[in-house]
């Protein structure tokens, strides 16, 4: 029999136990456990198996070694055996071979396919989420600080999880589980935040499929942390995962192009090897370049924008806050007006589309002056400008400036303590305790 013979039915040989074990367990311990597996060659009376790492190796052997022996037994014979290797592994085994191969001890060919053998996509390109993230990307959610980068992954995360329109209005056309790592938010503030997703939308939030990774730190610049998340990944089968913020999971620096192509390349490979898309929360510079695409504003090394297919960008102009798309291989979308609709009734805070008419309306006019004059109207006391600055969460200049026109107009009085409306002025007003 000629090699490639051998070599076919040996692979036919796996196929058959693969297929006896599907019929030994759960259907969704075989898609985790064993649908992974790898058919990497036989030795002798040994056939070879390749898994993702030596994480999913150990878990594969202590609990799955007696379904997987017994399919053997029954399909191979007893005197058959079966050895799992990792990647590394596989990768020396088959090294090993193609020099003995090619008779050079030391070059090893390059893996080469005629282009018709790639993998052909079902379609050209798809969307994840129609506009905003393309099929299986890996990309960039962006923006300054309190944009609302995490409102909108969060929001993003609940529509893949069920399938309903994220911020309203764009269709999602890939639903699955979510996986989520979130290294700056408390577990309640993230709980109460995906509940109020929930929601709005009218779902179930005991059955929504967004799966959160609660350990205390992920180093994705550390090999072991690497292939933990890359086990986690091959368990859960997540169609999206999410990463926020970027800065939480390494410890390289940003501006170094080789590291932060390593840490790149992983996340590529991972793409690629599980199909899952993946979204990274980070921050814009803080003073980016006027005349320079959206995606060059992104804090650190540009090997960041060159490795994303797909960049949503969280920009503010005055008050209005906006939502850009930039895709490789789609056209771009937006800018759309968004907003942070405050808490009402049993409804937390959300990201929202502003509608039409109110997009063309503003914001022509600052309405700065507006919420500070709400903000006094419910004091009970002065109050100062840090304060205003804090409690809205707008620069000290602008604050100053809204605060000297209202003066100028008489709508507000100034005392030594802050500030006041100008019908409180003459007021008795409550002093600290």
């Known amino acids: 029999m000629s090699e490639d013979k051998h070599r076919s039915a040996d692979a036919d040989l796996w196929t058959r136990i693969l297929a006896r074990i599907a019929e030994i367990v759960s259907p969704g311990c075989f898609d985790t456990w064993f649908r992974p597996l790898a058919f990497a060659g036989r030795e002798g009376s040994t056939l070879l198996l390749n898994v993702p790492n030596e994480t999913f190796r150990k878990w594969l052997l202590d609990t799955y070694s007696e379904p997987l022996r017994q399919a ?32 050079n001890g030391t070059s090893v060919p ?114 072991e942390d690497q292939d933990r998340l890359k086990a986690t990944v091959f368990v859960h089968h997540p169609v999206l995962l999410v990463l926020d913020p970027l800065v939480r999971v390494h410890a390289i620096d940003e501006n170094v192009a080789g590291q932060v192509a390593a840490l790149l390349g992983y996340l590529r490979t991972l793409q690629r090897k599980t199909g899952v898309a993946v979204a990274l929360i980070h921050h814009l510079r803080k003073n980016p370049s006027p005349s320079g695409g959206a995606g060059y504003s992104l804090r650190g090394s540009s090997d960041l924008y060159a490795w994303l297919d797909s960049f949503l960008c969280l920009r503010k102009h005055h008050d209005q806050l906006t939502l850009s798309a930039e895709h490789r291989s789609a056209q771009g979308a937006g800018p759309f007006p968004l907003e942070l609709a405050q808490p009402s009734g049993d409804t937390g805070a959300h990201l929202r589309l502003v509608s039409t008419d109110r997009a063309e309306a503003g914001p022509k006019e600052d309405a700065l002056p507006g919420r500070i004059l709400q903000r006094l109207s419910g004091a009970t006391e002065p109050i100062t400008v840090e304060a205003l600055r804090n409690g809205l969460q707008v620069r000290n ?25 100008a019908a409180q002025s003459s007021l008795p007003l409550m002093k600290h305790s």
């Open 110 to 223: 390059l893996p080469v396919v005629r282009a018709s053998a790639l993998h052909a996509p079902a379609q050209p390109q798809t969307w994840l989420v129609e506009q905003l993230w393309t099929n299986g990307a890996v990309g960039v959610i962006g923006g300054s600080p309190k944009s609302g980068k995490s409102w909108l992954a969060l929001d993003m995360a609940v529509s893949i999880a069920s399938g309903t329109q994220c911020l309203g209005a764009f269709p999602v056309h890939a639903s699955g589980p979510v996986l989520l790592y979130a290294a700056e938010d408390s577990a309640a503030a993230l709980r109460a935040r995906l509940e109020t997703l929930s929601r709005i939308r009218q779902l179930d939030f005991a059955s929504l499929d967004v799966r959160v990774i609660t350990a205390e730190s992920l180093r994705l610049d550390r090999i």
């Open 72 to 103: 053997v037994t029954q399909i191979a014979g007893p005197h058959f055996e079966v050895r799992i290797l990792t990647d590394n592994a596989a990768e020396r085994s088959h090294s090993r071979n193609a020099c003995e191969q090619t008779g």
């Open 397 to 421: 200049q602008r604050v100053v400036a809204a605060l000297r026109q209202l003066l100028s107009q008489g709508a507000i009085q100034r005392l030594p303590r802050g500030y006041v409306l």
